[in-house]
């Protein structure tokens, strides 16, 4: 009786084992398909230039601001530009990337260092990062508003208060 025992315990831990390894093989395939929904086409629709001419109108002479953004295979990179009586000045690059597992916006302002975001929000039409430690702007996000318009929210500490910018932007053909 006791052989028995011991063959249908060796039964249940082999049945155990290729439980125990068919689970795994779920959970990877669960994380991968996770990871692959993860990627950087998440913010392909801010893809193209975005063009908001509110930004300097309190400047004499008025200018605008535009947004191009281009789409890579591993990252999805943009750089604002001022324009200006028809000069333009670029004066921020950015870049969308994973890094760590998690998504990073990296800013990069004209003549500064660079300034790196973690997601904290995303969806379908909405992502947000933010960077306690700065000043300002402390979170960026994104808001696609319709195929042709998104609005981008700037929102942190400045001259000692809480501030927060809002840009409407259209999309433009160049």
């Not at 933010?130 to 929102?155: G, R």
């Amino acid at each position: 009786m006791r052989s028995i025992d011991k063959g249908m315990l060796r039964i249940y831990l082999v049945g155990f084992f290729f439980i125990v390894i068919s689970c795994s093989e779920s959970e990877k395939n669960i994380i991968k398909e996770g990871k692959e929904k993860n990627t950087i086409q998440l913010f392909q629709w801010i893809e193209g230039s975005w063009v908001d001419t509110m930004s300097f109108q309190r400047y004499n002479p008025q200018g605008h601001f535009i947004e191009k953004w281009s789409l890579y295979q591993d990252s999805i990179s943009g750089i604002g530009i001022k324009v200006v009586n028809g000069d333009s000045t670029i004066i921020e690059r950015m870049t969308i990337r994973e890094i760590d597992g998690e998504f990073r916006y990296i800013a990069r302002p004209h003549k500064q260092s660079m300034i790196p975001y973690v997601v904290d929000s995303i969806s379908d039409m909405f992502f947000r990062f933010s960077n306690p430690a700065h000043d300002f702007p402390q979170e960026i996000s994104y808001k696609k508003v319709n195929a042709d318009s998104l609005t981008i929210t700037l929102k942190g500490i400045s001259r000692g208060g809480v501030v927060e910018k809002e840009l409407q932007l259209k999309k433009v053909d160049f």
